[in-house]
């Protein structure tokens, strides 16, 4: 059975930093992409970074680059989002998912190209 668990979401000021870990078990981990969603209430959810199965390629949300920072540790089965610069707007509970397809040869960015995805944990950005 395939799990994700997010932690490290929290409570933080504008301009501030965070980092999101994600945990994964039960599929091969470095087979596969990763990704990080986020959905703000009331608000569809929406890509935020991409990571491939080796590590090698990210891809990122326009509304992130520069500030945000997606890695993986295909030794321990972790991925992460170092989050700076938040935004009040970037207010929302964070998902990490793996992509359905192993050794899938391109990033995406529409969340039903992922299967598996994890219970979310919330990042609220204050002004």
């Known amino acids: 059975q395939v799990q994700l668990v997010e932690s490290g979401g929290g409570l933080v000021q504008v301009g501030g930093t965070l980092r999101l870990a994600c945990a994964a078990s039960?599929?091969?981990?470095?087979?596969?992409?990763m990704g990080w969603f986020r959905q703000a209430p009331g608000k569809e959810r929406e890509f935020v970074a991409a990571i491939s199965w080796s590590g090698a390629s990210t891809y990122y949300a326009d509304s992130v680059k520069g500030r945000f920072t997606i890695s993986r540790d295909n030794v321990n089965n972790t991925m992460n989002l170092q989050m700076s610069s938040l935004k009040p707007e970037e207010t929302a509970v964070y998902y990490c998912?793996?992509?359905?397809?192993?050794?899938?040869?391109?990033?995406?960015?529409?969340?039903?190209?992922?299967?598996?995805w994890g219970q979310g944990t919330q990042v609220s950005v204050s002004s």
């Open positions: 998912a793996t992509e359905k397809r192993r050794w899938g040869r391109r990033l995406n960015t529409r969340d039903d190209e992922y299967d598996y």
């Open positions: 039960g599929r091969p981990f470095s087979n596969y992409a």
